[in-house]
Nanobody, 115 residues
Framework: QVQFVESGGGLVQPGGSLRLSCIAP?????????MAWFRQAPGKQHELVAS???????NYTDSVKGRFTISRDNARKLVNLQMDSLKPEDTAVYYC????????WGQGTQVTVSS
């Protein structure tokens, strides 16, 4: 496995919740770097949503603070994103990767928030 594998997306109504998961590629990349979730809406570039350091310190973009929670499982090389109180503007393809040092992008997982 050379890319991140994201899952958990779907169609949800405004105010709903989704939990995204990401499996990191084999190798030492996950254990070295700060991990992050990004999203890409149609016609836009990747946007940093949230990041988590090896030690568990987190950071969020202002638009998701208080609604999203990022976490990582270092033993299983997993990065999760719990998304609550979803809004239509959260609609995008979500990807995980290193925050500053990147691997090739994976397929991502589509999140659609619509009534």
């Amino acid at each position: 496995q050379v890319q991140f594998v994201e899952s958990g997306g779907g169609l949800v109504q405004p105010g709903g919740s989704l939990r995204l998961s990401c499996i990191a590629p084999s190798g030492n990349f996950f254990s070295i770097y700060t991990m992050a979730w990004f999203r890409q809406a149609p016609g836009k570039q990747h946007e940093l949503v949230a990041s988590v350091t090896r030690g568990g310190n987190t950071n969020y973009t202002d638009s998701v603070k208080g609604r999203f929670t990022i976490s990582r499982d270092n033993a299983r090389k997993l990065v999760n994103l719990q998304m609550d109180s979803l809004k239509p503007e959260d609609t995008a393809v979500y990807y995980c990767n290193g925050r500053n040092v990147r691997k090739p992008w994976g397929q991502g997982t589509q999140v659609t928030v619509s009534s």
